[in-house]
C-alpha cells in the first residue's frame, strides 16, 4: 500500500474537513466525524502521520508525568505515542503508520485502534492528568500495615 491508498481510504471513511501543506510541504488532510477530529499527513511514499489533538489535559509535572505512564509499553496508546502536538498547541496522540507490509484491513485497523485509543484520551484524558487524578503515596513515617496471607 501508499500513501495515495491510504489517505483515499480515509477519505471514503471520514469527512474530509481540509486539504493542504503543512509547514515542510508535505499533503495533509483534516478529516472528522461525529465527535472524532484527526491530521493525516503524508511522510514519503509509505508512511502517514495521524494526529488527533488531545485538549483540556493538564500539562503540569504531575499531567506530564501521566502522559508518560500512558506511553509507558503501549499499554494506554497503542502503536501511538503521546505527545506533543506537531499540529497545534498541546498534547496529541500520533502514530507513524508504515504503509509497506499493510493491506487495506490491516491499514483500516491500525486506524480503528488508533481512534480508540485518542477517544479515551478525549473523554479520560483530562481526569487522569488533572490534579485531582493524584493519589499520593503515604510516607514512611506514615501508619501502614502490610498482610500477607
Same mark, same amino acid.
Given at each position: 500500500?501508499? &500513501?495515495?491508498?491510504?489517505?483515499?481510504?480515509?477519505?471514503? =471513511?471520514?469527512? !474530509?474537513?481540509?486539504?493542504?501543506? @503543512? +509547514?515542510? #510541504?508535505?499533503?495533509?488532510?483534516?478529516?472528522?466525524?461525529?465527535?472524532?477530529?484527526?491530521?493525516? &499527513?503524508?511522510?514519503?511514499?509509505?508512511?502517514?502521520?495521524? =494526529?488527533?489533538? !488531545?485538549?483540556?489535559?493538564?500539562? @503540569? +509535572?504531575? #499531567?506530564?508525568?501521566?502522559?508518560?505512564?500512558?506511553?509507558?509499553?503501549?499499554?494506554?496508546?497503542?502503536?501511538?505515542?503521546?505527545?506533543?502536538?506537531?499540529?497545534?498547541?498541546?498534547?496529541?496522540?500520533?502514530?507513524?503508520? @508504515?504503509?509497506?507490509?499493510?493491506?487495506?484491513?490491516?491499514?483500516?485497523?491500525?486506524?480503528?485502534?488508533?481512534?480508540?485509543?485518542?477517544?479515551?484520551?478525549?473523554?479520560?484524558?483530562?481526569?487522569?492528568?488533572?490534579?485531582?487524578?493524584?493519589?499520593?503515596?503515604?510516607?514512611?513515617?506514615?501508619?501502614?500495615?502490610?498482610?500477607?496471607?
Amino acid at each position: 500500500m501508499i &500513501t495515495d491508498d491510504a489517505m483515499k481510504i480515509l477519505a471514503t =471513511a471520514f469527512d !474530509l474537513q481540509r486539504a493542504g501543506m @503543512d +509547514a515542510e #510541504g508535505r499533503l495533509e488532510q483534516d478529516f472528522g466525524r461525529d465527535e472524532i477530529f484527526f491530521v493525516a &499527513t503524508e511522510f514519503g511514499p509509505r508512511q502517514v502521520r495521524l =494526529a488527533v489533538p !488531545l485538549s483540556g489535559l493538564s500539562l @503540569d +509535572a504531575h #499531567g506530564l508525568q501521566r502522559l508518560l505512564e500512558g506511553n509507558c509499553l503501549g499499554h494506554e496508546s497503542g502503536s501511538a505515542q503521546l505527545a506533543w502536538s506537531p499540529i497545534g498547541d498541546g498534547a496529541a496522540l500520533v502514530d507513524v503508520i @508504515d504503509l509497506t507490509a499493510l493491506d487495506v484491513d490491516l491499514f483500516q485497523e491500525r486506524v480503528t485502534d488508533f481512534l480508540i485509543y485518542a477517544h479515551y484520551w478525549q473523554i479520560e484524558g483530562p481526569a487522569l492528568t488533572g490534579g485531582d487524578a493524584v493519589q499520593p503515596m503515604p510516607s514512611d513515617a506514615s501508619e501502614m500495615t502490610t498482610f500477607r496471607v
